[in-house]
């Protein structure tokens, strides 16, 4: 599998996923919440960033049952960086737009980051082929 092929399966698998996403999407963006209101964690901080891991994970190549455990401990794992950054705001509220930052480089990267971490042994032999 060659890095076009990724690449392309990856899209798919994204634009499947943002467009199983917008019934919801209407009703997510509609509230108004407060970032550091942890009653309101589900409704801000959660679905934006896991779309882009599942579908990174979907489209390695990879044995099923192996990915889905991934897509899970994924899932959970970003659940708790998530979380962790909502417990930091409250404790440390003088920091919070420091902790804001951190976040919003995190929500990015963190996907990735745990693709890589998940697949690296996967992604750098098919990268030596």
Known sequence: MDLIVFLKKFILYLTILYVLWIPIAGKYFSYSVVAVDATNFFLFYLPL????????????????????????????????????IVILQIIFSSFQTDLLYLYAIGRIAFPFLLWIAFTHEIIFVLKNE
């Open 49 to 84: 960033n896991l779309i882009p891991f599942v579908a990174l994970m979907l489209a390695t190549p990879i044995e099923r049952s192996r990915m889905l455990k991934f897509i899970f401990f994924g899932l959970v794992l970003t659940i708790c960086f998530n979380l962790s």
